[in-house]
């Protein structure tokens, strides 16, 4: 067996099922679960024509860098959103199987072995960043995220010496747990510094179209590339997905673009990795890139929900609403695995312990003493989990 797969942590849900398995919720109230940003919202009609239309597709084998027609839409839709030159869809863009399998199989394309190895990644963050270096034999380095400083990571916090070291660097902006986005001029100086480095920026966008403010939408690293003068988006690939923005987890559908020497190596490995996008998924998909009206409803369900729910919970957890995402983070009166054990067992709500998504690196695990709260369920049962968050807290008080 590979032993680097001893290295491996659990996964924050199967740490999830432990912590509540000597509990039952009350069964006098339905269980509602805030617990995994699985979007609830149905997927658009016209991409579900798409896909079931679309089934004698599956006839023959796709290609590993997908369809024209995929990579055009997406270099559209990049240029149109980020106000980007288009970019080339033959040498720039990719389609992946959702960014979750390719987050993970970037770090095994790009990592060198022959040389001691360090991947810096954000802290708390998406697991799958944790074990795509740990697996590709490197050693990872963390960036504290506090709200002292906006829960985001500035070049500095890794240090001189890891830098030198360092050969991929995971960013995630929007903040998965936090909602927190970085600044075009943020990003600039991560790509200033990579390149100083020669290290290759990870960008996660998959929540970018997710977002409070219609007149703000979240910069993103290809733009922040080009305010940097790098022109050719060297060292820069940035992920996003259709999960989110358009309600698609099932599909599997995303795509990276950006450095196109990058570019070319992954699409080399991928094609040994045997992650082609089936045919039928690469139509809906051009269906999903294409339309924008679906998006925009999306999120205003998500504005929704928000509203509701910090009408209730705002005050008594002091939070505000966060520049994007679905997610709430707030800190909790007690230890954050008591309180959502607690939670579950007296009010039937599930919400994820902050400490699970981070690591303590020296300084303390930065996620110890919040939870995280997924706005995905409808409306009446984000409110209903709302008002017995709220009970609970009010006990708590007491």
């Known amino acids: ?23 039952s919720p009350p069964a006098d109230r339905r269980p509602i679960a805030l617990s995994v940003g699985e979007p609830q919202h149905a997927p658009p009609a016209a991409v579900c024509e798409v896909l079931a239309g679309s089934l004698d597709r599956l006839a023959r084998y796709p290609a590993t860098r997908g369809e024209p027609a995929l990579r055009e839409a997406v270099a559209d839709w990049l240029a149109a959103r980020h106000g980007l030159p288009g970019p080339d869809p033959e040498r720039e863009v990719l389609p992946v199987n959702g960014t979750r399998e390719a987050l993970f199989a970037i770090a095994q394309a790009c990592i060198n072995r022959s040389r001691p190895a360090l991947v810096a990644s954000p802290n708390p963050f998406y697991q799958i960043y944790e074990g795509a270096a740990l697996l590709a034999g490197a050693e990872v380095a963390f960036l504290d995220l506090s709200a002292e400083h906006g829960f985001l990571p500035a070049p500095d916090d890794l240090a001189p010496a890891d830098w030198e070291r360092c050969q991929l660097l995971y960013l995630c902006t929007p903040g998965n747990p936090s909602g927190a986005v ?16 020669d290290v290759v920026l990870v960008s996660d966008e998959c929540y970018s179209e997710l977002y409070a403010d219609e007149a703000a939408p979240p910069p993103g690293l290809l733009a922040a590339a080009r305010l940097a003068g790098n022109r050719d988006y060297r060292n820069c690939l940035s992920f996003h997905s259709l999960s989110k923005r358009s309600n698609l987890p099932g599909l599997r559908s995303g795509f990276v673009a950006g450095d196109a020497r990058l570019i070319d190596a992954f699409s080399r490995y991928r094609t040994y990795h045997g992650c082609a996008m089936p045919p039928h998924h690469q139509l809906a998909s051009i269906a999903a890139w294409r339309d924008e009206t679906h998006v925009r409803e999306n999120r205003d369900r998500y504005r929704a929900k928000f509203r509701a729910v910090l009408d209730i919970l705002g005050e008594p957890l002091g939070l505000a609403l966060p520049p994007a995402g679905f997610y709430l983070w707030p800190e909790t009166p007690l230890d954050d695995r008591t309180f959502a054990r607690r939670l579950y067992a007296e009010e039937g709500v599930t919400v994820l312990p902050g400490q699970f998504l981070g690591r303590d690196a020296g300084a303390g695990n930065p996620g110890a003493g919040r939870v995280r709260m997924a706005l995905v369920a409808e409306l009446e049962d984000c409110v209903e989990a709302a008002r017995r968050i709220a009970a609970l807290l009010a006990r708590l008080r007491c």
């Open 1 to 23: 067996m590979n032993p680097d797969l001893a290295r491996l942590q659990p996964y924050p849900f199967e740490r999830l099922r432990e912590l509540f398995a000597d509990l």
């Open 182 to 197: 970085l600044s075009l001029e943020q990003l600039a100086a991560f790509v200033d510094r990579a390149l100083a480095h």
